[in-house]
C-alpha cells in the first residue's frame, strides 16, 4: 500500500503550520495546481517552496515542508477557482518520486530540542511583537489575541511571521530552519529593520504635512474628489446619503438605545473613505434599522360580529379556529392588554391552512408577512448572519415584519414541520426564541444586533402532521386540528363558494349553467381524491371551459344543466373508483372501514384455510400494527374456541391467510382488530356476514374493544359504498354528533365494548 502524500509545490507564498491561506488560482494556466486539488480532495498534503522557482524537480526541493489539508474548494464568478488551505505542522520530506505530471513523498515529524533559552527568546519576542504593533500603522491588534492562544516559541514564530511584510524568499527560510531560537533572531532582525522603514516614512510623511496648510489641503482633496464624482457621473452620494438617512431618523419611532446605536453607525459612515468597502455594508444595515416598524401598530378590529362574518364568507366550516380567533378578541377587549396567541394549524394538504391564516389577518385588520420554512437547515435563516461580511442579511423573521411594515401583523410560517437540522445548525431551537411568548418581547437578530418586540405579533404557523414538529417547538404551540373535508362539506363549499366563483371566471351566469346535486358529487368521488378542495376546484374550472367553447363553437345550445350523463361527457371515464359495495354474501369475507388524508372508503378483509402446520399468512402490504392486530385476533379465537365453537383441529392443520385487497397501497392503524376477529370467525364457521355491515375498532386479548380516530369520514365512505349497519366502539358513541345527518339516517349504528356484542348479533342473530 502507498503512503505517500501528494506534493503541493507553491512558488509565490509561503504556508506555516497553525495558519489558513486562501489562493485563489485560473484553470488555464495553473495545472500542476489542478491536477493536486482534484486528486485530494479533503486528504492530507505536503506543501513545498522549491529552492529554484524555475527548476520543478526532485533535486529542487527542500528537505522540509509543511503537512496541510485542503478545506474549502470554491468556483468564484471570475472563473477562477477559490481554495483554502490549513498548515497543520513542519515536516522533514524525504523520498520523494515522480509519478506522471505530479509528485509524491514521504514525511516524519520535525523533532524540536527545546533548553533553557527558549523562554527568553519567548519573551523577546512578545517584547519586540508589542513595540513592533504600536508603532506600525498596518499591524493590527488581531494578532495580539492569536498571541495569547500559543505557548511554544517555533508556533509564536509562525504566527508572526505570516503577517510580517516581508518577501517571498525571506519567508521561505522561516520553513527551512527548524531550531525555534534561529527563527527568533530572523524575526526580531526582520521586525527592527521593517520598523526602522516605518519610522523613516513617518518621518517624511510629517515634513510634508507641515509644507501644507491644513485649510489648503482639506479644500484641494475635497475639490479633487468633486471633480472625479462628476467625471464618473456619481455625484456626491454619500452626503445624500447621510441627509437622507438624518431626516428618517428624526421622524423615527423607536426608543433611545436603538436611536443612539444608529447614530453611531451613521457618524462611522460619514467618516469612511468614500472608497471603503465598509462603506455599501453600513449603508445597508442603516437602509435596514431606518425602515424596521419599530413602534408602528394596527389597530384591531373590535366588531366581533364583522370579523365572524368574514371568517364565514372565505372558509366553510373550521368552527374551532374562528372560536379561537374570537375568543382572543374578546379577551383583548375586555382587558385591553393580552399576548398574541401562537397557533399552528395541522393538516392535510389542500384544506385551506395557510389561506385561513391570511383570512385571520383579513378580518382583524392586519397586515400579513409570510414564510416558508420547509427544508431549511441553516438557523441563520431565522436569527440572521452576523455583519462580518459582504452580502450578510438579517432572518427572515426581521425581513417579513419589515415587509409587513408593521410590529403587529400576523405572521404566517408555513411549513413547520418540514424543517432539517444538519452541520449548519438547528433552525428549530433557533425558531423558540421567536415562538416563546416569555421570550419574544426581546427577541435578537445576529444581523440587527438590537432587541425586537415581536410580542404583538399572531404567529400561526403551519404543518401537515404534528408527530414531526419538534418537540420543543410543540410544546410551545396551540395545536389546533383541521381535518380533510367530507364530501357533504365539499358539496356545500362547491355550491355556496367554488362554482359562483369559476361561473364569474370563464365569463358565465347561473342562467347559462346549473349543476345537480349528484354531478358534483360525482366529481367528488370519480375526479378528484384529496383532503381539501384544490383539485375539485380545477376539475369545475376544466368543466366550465369546456362549456364555454362548446357556447361559442355551437350556437344552439345556450342552456347546460349538468347531471351525471353530461359529467362523463365532458369529462371522460371516472379517474378514481372507491371500493364499492357490491356481489353476495361470503365466509370469510368482512367489511373493515379505512380512514386516508383523502377521506373514508370500506377495506374488505378476505381469509381462507388450506391445509398446512397452522402458519399464519399476512398480504396486502401491512403495516405493523395491522399485522399485530391480525396475530391479537387470532389468538383471542383460539383462547375462546369453545365459546365460538370452533375445534382446535382448525388451527393444527391448516394455515390460514389474511389478505387485505389493493395490495400495492400501504395500510397500517389500529382499528382492523374486530374485523379480521370476524373474519376469521366466519371462516372458522362458515357463516356468512353480510355485504351491509362494516365495522371498526381495536381489540385486545381479552376481546374488549377500544376506540378508534376518524369516525366521521369512515362512516361517509362505508354510506357511500351502501353500508347499512356499522360497528363502532362504544368510546365512539359521543363521535356521533359530528356526522351528517343524511348519513346518519341511512346507517343502524351498533356500540359495543366487547367483542362478544359482534359475535351475538352477527353469528347469534340468524344469519346464514
Known amino acids: 500500500m502507498d503512503d505517500k502524500l501528494l506534493v503541493l509545490i507553491i512558488n509565490d507564498m509561503v504556508i506555516f503550520p497553525n495558519n489558513e491561506v486562501r489562493i485563489e488560482y485560473d484553470n488555464i494556466y495553473d495545472k500542476q495546481m489542478i491536477d493536486i486539488v482534484n486528486k485530494i480532495g479533503d486528504s492530507l498534503m505536503l506543501i513545498v517552496n522549491p529552492i529554484e522557482e524555475k527548476a520543478v524537480n526532485v533535486t529542487s526541493f527542500p528537505k522540509y515542508g509543511v503537512l496541510g489539508r485542503l478545506k474549502l474548494k470554491m468556483n468564484v464568478p471570475n472563473g477562477k477557482t477559490r481554495l ?3 498548515g497543520i505542522d513542519r515536516v522533514e520530506l524525504y523520498d520523494f518520486t515522480e509519478e506522471g505530471n505530479y509528485f509524491k513523498a514521504n514525511y516524519k515529524p520535525v523533532d524540536i530540542i527545546e533548553n533553557d533559552d527558549i523562554q527568553t527568546y519567548f519573551n523577546i519576542i512578545l517584547k519586540t511583537l508589542d513595540n513592533y504593533i504600536g508603532k506600525v500603522p498596518y499591524m493590527g491588534n488581531a494578532i495580539m489575541s492569536q498571541v495569547d492562544n500559543v505557548d511554544t516559541l517555533s508556533d509564536l514564530c509562525d504566527l508572526i511571521v505570516s503577517y510580517l511584510p516581508i518577501n517571498y524568499e525571506e519567508k521561505k527560510k522561516y520553513i527551512t530552519t527548524i531550531d525555534p531560537i534561529e527563527r527568533a533572531k530572523y524575526l526580531v532582525v526582520d521586525m527592527n529593520r521593517d520598523l526602522k522603514y516605518v519610522e523613516l516614512e513617518q518621518q517624511i510623511e510629517a515634513e510634508v504635512e507641515k509644507e501644507l496648510n491644513e485649510t489648503q489641503k482639506e479644500y484641494f482633496l475635497r475639490e479633487k474628489i468633486k471633480l472625479m464624482q462628476k467625471e464618473l457621473g456619481e455625484g456626491n452620494t454619500k452626503d445624500s446619503d447621510v441627509e437622507r438617512i438624518t431626516k428618517k431618523l428624526n421622524k423615527l419611532k423607536c426608543n433611545n438605545k436603538v436611536k443612539e446605536k444608529i447614530e453611531r453607525e451613521l457618524e462611522r459612515y460619514n467618516s469612511l473613505n468614500s472608497n471603503s468597502p465598509e ?6 444595515y442603516l437602509e435596514w434599522m431606518i425602515n424596521l416598524p419599530w413602534n408602528k401598530f394596527t389597530k384591531d378590529n373590535d366588531n366581533l360580529n364583522r370579523v365572524k362574518d368574514i371568517l364565514d364568507s372565505s372558509h366553510y ?15 383583548k377587549q375586555n382587558t385591553n392588554n393580552l399576548r398574541s396567541p401562537i397557533l399552528c394549524l395541522v393538516g392535510p394538504p389542500g384544506v385551506g391552512k395557510t389561506s385561513l391564516a391570511i383570512s385571520i389577518a383579513k378580518s382583524l385588520g392586519r397586515k400579513t408577512a409570510k414564510i416558508s420554512v420547509g427544508g431549511i437547515n441553516d438557523e441563520a435563516e431565522i436569527v440572521g448572519h452576523r455583519r462580518t461580511y459582504i452580502g450578510s442579511s438579517p432572518g427572515r423573521i426581521i425581513q417579513g415584519i419589515r415587509k409587513a411594515g408593521t410590529t403587529n401583523p400576523v405572521f404566517i410560517i408555513d411549513e413547520i414541520d418540514k424543517m432539517t437540522k444538519d452541520i449548519k445548525g438547528d433552525p428549530a431551537s433557533a425558531l423558540l ?13 445576529h444581523y440587527i444586533e438590537e432587541e425586537f418586540d415581536l410580542s404583538k405579533v399572531m404567529f400561526i404557523a403551519t404543518a401537515n402532521y404534528v408527530e414531526q414538529i419538534p418537540y420543543e417547538l410543540r410544546d410551545r404551540l396551540e395545536i389546533i386540528n383541521i381535518s380533510s373535508y367530507t364530501e357533504y362539506e365539499k358539496l356545500d363549499i362547491a355550491k355556496n363558494h367554488l362554482i359562483p366563483k369559476e361561473l364569474e371566471e370563464h365569463g358565465l351566469t347561473s342562467l347559462q349553467v346549473q349543476m345537480e346535486d349528484e354531478a358534483i358529487l360525482t366529481i367528488i368521488r370519480n375526479y378528484t381524491k384529496e383532503a381539501g378542495v384544490r383539485e375539485l376546484e380545477r376539475t369545475i374550472a376544466t368543466l366550465f371551459r369546456k362549456i364555454v367553447k362548446n357556447i361559442l363553437l355551437t350556437t344552439d345550445v345556450s342552456f347546460y344543466d349538468i347531471d351525471n350523463k353530461m359529467i362523463e361527457e365532458l369529462l371522460g371515464k371516472k379517474k378514481y373508483l372507491y371500493l364499492e359495495n357490491y356481489g353476495k354474501d361470503e365466509i370469510g369475507v368482512v367489511n373493515g372501514m379505512a380512514y386516508t388524508i383523502f377521506g373514508g372508503d370500506i377495506l374488505p378483509i378476505e381469509a381462507t384455510l388450506f391445509k398446512g402446520k397452522g402458519d399464519l399468512v399476512l398480504t396486502g402490504s401491512l403495516g405493523e400494527v395491522m399485522q399485530e392486530s391480525c396475530h391479537i385476533a387470532l389468538n383471542y379465537i383460539k383462547s375462546n374456541m369453545d365459546k365460538y365453537k370452533i375445534k382446535n383441529e382448525v388451527f393444527e392443520n391448516n394455515d390460514i391467510h389474511i389478505h387485505v385487497p389493493e395490495g400495492a397501497v400501504n395500510k397500517d392503524g389500529p382499528s382492523a382488530g374486530v374485523t379480521v376477529t370476524t373474519t376469521l370467525i366466519s371462516l372458522f364457521t362458515k357463516k ?19 376506540g378508534i380516530g376518524g369516525l366521521k369520514e369512515k362512516v361517509i365512505g362505508a354510506h357511500r359504498a351502501g353500508i347499512k349497519t356499522v360497528f363502532i366502539p362504544k368510546e365512539n358513541e359521543k363521535d356521533l354528533d359530528e356526522i351528517p345527518k343524511e348519513v346518519k339516517k341511512d346507517i343502524n349504528f351498533i356500540t359495543v365494548n366487547n367483542y362478544n356484542d359482534i359475535f351475538k348479533v352477527i353469528f347469534q342473530g340468524g344469519n346464514k
Do not use: W
Request: aromatic residues 4%.
Open 84 to 86: 483554502v488551505i490549513e
Open 279 to 284: 462603506l455599501g455594508m453600513i449603508r445597508e
Open 317 to 331: 366550516a373550521l368552527e374551532e379556529v374562528k372560536d379561537r380567533i374570537l375568543e382572543y378578541l374578546a379577551v
Open 433 to 445: 426564541e421567536v415562538l416563546d411568548p416569555e421570550q419574544n418581547n426581546k427577541f435578537s437578530d
Open 688 to 706: 356468512k356476514v353480510p355485504k351491509t355491515i362494516a365495522m371498526t375498532g381495536e381489540i385486545t386479548l381479552r376481546g374488549r374493544v377500544l
